[in-house]
């Protein structure tokens, strides 16, 4: 069975970029719909975006023009970048593989928490 | 802007039924938004508890079912037990490779 592990620093300074990694374990990079997801501490969900074997992405339009996601075939990653970060983009960041056919989230990793400060 | 609408929290006792929905600001659900509905305790990963519309995840329990009630998607759970309690999410496809969350349900059972 598929199983995530998201990584990354946990700690990013204002205005610069956040880099997270999901490995991905019991299935193959290439052959999945991918996503990553954040929560906000006390909040709710927030899709952030989507990537198809670098094929095709989609991202939230309200981070768009901020976020990048991308894989790593010969590691059997996805990768997660968003840039001029700010204290809202504090979170806990979710990998999840997409359901394509259904449209749902499903496994998840355990999440990685990102602190935005100086 | 189209935003997903959940009722923000919700009591019910235990062995009760409650039906949790979710709407939109402008328009009405159907199994063309493929709702999926998670279950997350404080600290927890997600759990899928039910997707495109009414497919129970494996291993959830048939106490809980999805359906479209009105113009809204429904989670409905029957016999509550103490540990129900959490915070329940649904998420709507708009096409395109776009999900849009709701602001989530918190769920007391007492």
């Known amino acids: 069975q598929v199983q995530l592990q998201e990584s990354g620093p946990g700690l990013v300074k204002p205005s610069e970029t956040l880099s997270l990694t999901c490995s991905v374990s019991?299935?193959?990079?290439?052959?999945?719909?991918w996503s990553w997801i954040r929560q906000a501490p006390g909040k709710g969900l927030e899709y952030i975006g989507y990537?198809?074997?670098?094929?095709?992405?989609s991202y939230n339009p309200a981070l768009k023009s901020r976020v990048s996601i991308s894989v790593d075939t010969s590691k059997n990653q996805l990768s997660l970048r968003l840039s001029s970060v700010t204290a809202a983009d504090t979170a806990i960041y979710f990998c999840?593989?997409?359901?394509?056919?259904?449209?749902?989230?499903?496994?998840w990793g355990q999440g990685t928490m990102v602190t935005v400060s100086s | 802007q189209t935003v997903v609408t959940q009722e923000p929290s919700f009591s019910v006792s235990p062995g009760g039924t409650i039906t949790l929905t979710c709407g939109l600001t402008?328009?009405?659900?159907?199994?063309?938004?493929?709702p999926s509905w998670y279950q997350q305790t404080p600290g927890q990963t997600p759990r899928t508890l039910i997707y495109?519309?009414?497919t129970r995840s494996s291993g959830v329990p048939d106490r809980f079912s999805g359906s479209i009630v009105g113009n809204k998607a429904a989670l409905t759970i029957t016999g509550a037990q103490a540990d129900d309690e959490s915070h329940y999410y649904c998420?709507?496809?708009?096409?395109?490779?776009?999900?849009?969350f709701g602001g989530g349900t918190k769920l007391t059972v007492l």
């Open positions: 998420v709507l496809y708009m096409g395109s490779a776009i999900w849009v």
């Open positions: 495109n519309t009414d």
């Open positions: 019991g299935g193959s990079v290439s052959r999945f719909y």
């Open positions: 999840a593989r997409v359901n394509w056919r259904e449209n749902w989230f499903d496994p």
């Open positions: 402008s328009g009405s659900v159907s199994t063309n938004f493929y």
């Open positions: 990537i198809y074997y670098s094929e095709s992405t």
